[in-house]
């Protein structure tokens, strides 16, 4: 991933980076809001290390992949939708409910 997805998306990785950086409290990540060198700077002062480890941990952390959570944000579902359009007929909202091809509500006890 890279950084634009973590500042895009910045509340939805609050607990990856919690498990990432234990140190790393919800308060003061809300005020970073995003912001790499804010939050290397932060993170050099929570956990006393140097400021190219934490850079090397970041880019090492960003290998991975986006964490579930974020990606099932109604932010990215509602991306994923718009993109599912080239495989809707034409004439068809991608929007619109499907409730007609499938059983969604079809048990109210549920």
Do not use: C
């Amino acid at each position: 991933m890279k950084w634009h997805h973590v500042q895009e998306n910045w509340a939805a990785f609050y607990e990856a980076i919690i498990d990432k950086w234990p140190e790393a409290e919800d308060t003061e990540l809300d005020e970073i809001d995003g912001d790499q060198r804010a939050f290397i700077a932060y993170l050099v002062e929570v956990t006393g290390q140097e400021p190219a480890e934490i850079r090397e941990e970041l880019r090492e952390w960003l290998v991975g992949e986006i964490p579930s959570d974020v990606v099932m944000d109604p932010v990215h579902d509602n991306h994923s939708i718009a993109l599912s359009s080239k495989f809707v007929n034409e004439g068809e909202d991608e929007f619109s409910d499907d409730s007609r091809f499938g059983d969604d509500d079809s048990d109210k006890d549920d």
